[in-house]
Each structure stands twice: as C-alpha cells, then as structure tokens.
C-alpha cells in the first residue's frame, strides 16, 4: 500500500485542498445521504453487473492491480483520493463492455473510509474468457473521511442522483473527462488538471456551494468525446 501511495502523491497535493471541508461550512446545512459529513448509507438504484461478468475476490486499493493497470494502461476514471481494483472475469466467449454511468457510488464498508463517486461515465471492455485487472478512480465525497488503504468497499454500487450534481453531470457527459480519454497514462496532465476542476465542483455543489467561475469556464472547456 505504501507504494501507492507514494505513486499518487503527485495527483493528491493537486487535490488535497479539494477533499477538505470549509471553514465556513453553516452547521446547519443538510448533507445528502453518504455525501459529506453523512454517517447514513447513500441511497439509490442498484446497479446491475452484466450478466457473465465476474469480480473476483473484494473491491480493494491493491498494488498488484495499481501497477498491472497502469503497465497495461489501464487506468479508468477520474479523481484520485478513492481508487479501487476491479479483479475482473468474463466468463463468456465474446467481448463484454462494461458501462459505469454517470452518479455511480461504491460505498464503502467502514465509516471512516471516503464513498466512492464517478461524475462522468466509464466503460471497459473485458475480452472473453480473461481476467482484466482495472483501476478505477472515483471522487471522494466525505471529506472528513480517510481515502482508502487496503479497505473493501461494496460490491453492489449504487446509482445515485445527488440534486445539486445533476447539471454538472449533464454539462460533463460527452467531455473527455476520464484517465481512458487520454491514454489511460498515470498522471497525464490534461487528465490530471481535469480531474482537479471536477473534483473542486463536485465538492463545492456537495456543501453547497455554487462552483466558482473559473472552473466552470475550464469544465466547459473540456474537448468532447
């Protein structure tokens, strides 16, 4: 775990600021389930796992997958303080494409742990009869949580629809936003850069918040897909 860690420093001084509550929170202002400072679990549709398609063993933060992913360029996602390994397996004798949409959560099994939340869709292709290691990367969204170790997270994820996150995923969803959109390189700095302007929003709108206007200007910005 240690190596990861040292792996990701770059990305998580960019994003560090990002995953800390304001000072000038009102104490008063409501958390939506999962989200903040919420101890309740986030709520939501199941997300269904298509039918063939296997995760073997936990969703954890692994070394094996870290660097197996990013050797094979396999890095998916955005963010960077919650990542976790998908082990996994198709069963099938053809090609699987896995779509992770839009708003959703993999929660995490212990409180102290940071709910793990993709703003921008992702999809994967598993080839028939492997398994695929893939890393994926996800925005926190409690701040006053630790990002993961070697923490296991849910495998039934959630498919939410936070209110204040609605028009950013809606303004977000034919952007080039994710790691795979540049290559899947670890720490590309176009990917890294937008990484850091969502992740700033998404905590902004979490608390709150509006989105400050310059980096509303650079998610517009955003080339599309």
Same mark, same amino acid.
């Given at each position: 775990?240690?190596?990861?860690?040292?792996?990701?420093?770059?990305?998580?001084?960019?994003?560090?600021?990002?995953?800390?509550?304001?000072?000038?929170?009102?104490?008063?202002?409501?958390?939506?389930?999962?989200?903040?400072?919420?101890?309740?679990?986030?709520?939501?549709?199941?997300?269904?796992?298509?039918?063939?398609?296997?995760?073997?063993?936990?969703?954890?933060?692994?070394?094996?997958?870290?660097?197996?992913?990013?050797?094979?360029?396999?890095?998916?996602?955005?963010?960077?303080?919650?990542?976790?390994?998908?082990?996994?397996?198709?069963?099938?004798?053809?090609?699987?494409?896995?779509?992770?949409?839009?708003?959703?959560?993999?929660?995490?099994?212990?409180?102290? #742990?940071? =709910?793990?939340?993709?703003?921008?869709? +992702?999809?994967?292709? @598993?080839? *028939?009869?492997?398994?695929?290691?893939?890393?994926?990367?996800?925005?926190?969204?409690?701040?006053?949580?630790?990002?993961?170790?070697?923490?296991?997270?849910?495998?039934?994820?959630?498919?939410?629809?936070?209110?204040?996150?609605?028009?950013?995923?809606?303004?977000?969803?034919?952007?080039?936003?994710?790691?795979?959109?540049?290559?899947?390189?670890?720490?590309?700095?176009?990917?890294?850069?937008?990484?850091?302007?969502?992740?700033?929003? #998404?905590? =902004?709108?979490?608390?709150?918040?509006? +989105?400050?206007?310059? @980096?509303? *200007?650079?998610?517009?910005?955003?080339?599309?897909?």
């Amino acid at each position: 775990m240690k190596k990861i860690l040292t792996a990701t420093v770059l990305l998580l001084v960019l994003l560090l600021n990002g995953c800390k509550p304001g000072s000038d929170k009102d104490p008063s202002f409501q958390f939506e389930k999962g989200f903040g400072s919420s101890k309740e679990l986030p709520v939501g549709s199941p997300f269904s796992w298509p039918a063939g398609l296997h995760i073997v063993g936990p969703l954890i933060t692994e070394d094996e997958c870290f660097y197996e992913a990013k050797r094979k360029r396999r890095l998916f996602g955005h963010g960077a303080q919650v990542q976790i390994c998908m082990n996994l397996y198709n069963e099938t004798q053809t090609p699987i494409r896995l779509h992770l949409p839009p708003g959703l959560m993999f929660v995490s099994k212990s409180l102290d #742990v940071q =709910n793990g939340l993709l703003i921008s869709g +992702v999809t994967i292709e @598993v080839p *028939a009869q492997e398994q695929f290691y893939a890393n994926l990367y996800m925005i926190c969204v409690n701040t006053n949580r630790a990002s993961p170790g070697h923490d296991e997270y849910e495998k039934q994820a959630i498919i939410t629809d936070h209110p204040a996150l609605r028009e950013l995923i809606k303004l977000l969803e034919n952007k080039k936003c994710n790691f795979e959109d540049y290559g899947s390189i670890y720490l590309e700095p176009t990917a890294s850069q937008i990484t850091y302007q969502i992740n700033a929003a #998404v905590h =902004n709108l979490i608390y709150g918040k509006p +989105v400050k206007d310059q @980096v509303m *200007a650079e998610l517009r910005a955003i080339p599309e897909r």
